[in-house]
């Protein structure tokens, strides 16, 4: 069955530094999000991308992020100055389709803590 | 904007016993409700959806949930819970105007021996 990929797993990062995690979205899907969980708090929307550009994006969403589909395939989450607040587990996903009934399929996960 | 809501946040029960997991929407028209689950290490795994029609929808492993629009709830059931349910279970609502899925806080499941 196709599946999302996300890497890595864990990251490790000091305060002020830049993170990129990546994600290989399934091949035919056109939208890909990126979603948040914080340790013990729930999944928070980030951002959705379609057609090579942010479709919506959440409050949480804000000028340190950014999002790119460098090419073909990987769908990435910059996040240029961690902050510790960061810290959390990071999905990615993707959809064939847009809007409320789209059936995401998500990775499973990159951690990013942030010392 | 939709939102979800999972009054518990932690249940346990017995290997056997039946399950139902309760969650509630916020949404002015027909909302698109999923329940997905996550294992501890792993990502989400979808478990079923409801999009329109019949009002009662089978999923995977032997799950099923209810839409009752009465209620606004898409409660999550099971008739003989095993060890291998323990997870964390994640009710989702995604609105027709926009890509924003929303997600409940969770409820997590302890499955007794």
């Known amino acids: 069955e196709p599946e999302v990929t996300q890497t890595p797993s864990h990251q490790v990062t000091q305060m002020g530094q830049e993170v990129i995690l990546r994600c290989v979205p399934i091949?035919?899907?056109?939208?890909f999000y990126w979603y948040r969980q914080i340790l013990g708090q729930k999944v928070e929307f980030l951002v959705s991308?379609?057609?090579?550009?942010?479709?919506?994006k959440s409050e949480i969403f804000d000028d340190q992020f950014s999002v790119e589909r460098p090419d073909g395939s990987n769908f990435t989450l910059k996040i240029r100055s961690t902050k510790l607040e960061d810290s959390a587990m990071y999905f990615c996903?993707?959809?064939?389709?847009?809007?409320?009934?789209?059936?995401?399929?998500f990775g499973a996960g990159s951690r990013l803590t942030v010392l | 904007a939709q939102s979800v809501t999972q009054p518990d946040i932690h249940i346990t029960v017995s290997e056997g016993a039946s399950l139902e997991l309760r969650c509630n929407y916020s949404?002015?028209?027909?909302?698109?409700l999923f329940w997905y689950v996550q294992s501890p290490g792993q990502g989400l795994q979808l478990l079923l959806k409801?999009?329109?029609?019949?009002?009662l929808v089978q999923g995977i492993k032997g799950f099923e949930a209810e839409f009752k629009r009465s209620q606004s709830s898409f409660n999550l059931r099971k008739p003989s819970v095993h060890w291998s349910d323990a997870a964390e279970y994640f009710c989702?609502?995604?609105?027709?105007?926009?890509?924003?899925?929303?997600f409940g806080a969770g409820t997590r499941l302890t499955v007794k021996p």
């Open positions: 996903a993707s959809s064939v389709s847009g809007f409320g009934a789209n059936v995401l399929t």
């Open positions: 409801y999009f329109s029609g019949d009002t």
């Open positions: 989702a609502v995604g609105a027709g105007n926009n890509n924003d899925m929303r």
């Open positions: 091949s035919n899907h056109l939208y």
């Open positions: 991308f379609y057609n090579n550009e942010i479709s919506e």
């Open positions: 949404y002015g028209a027909t909302p698109y």
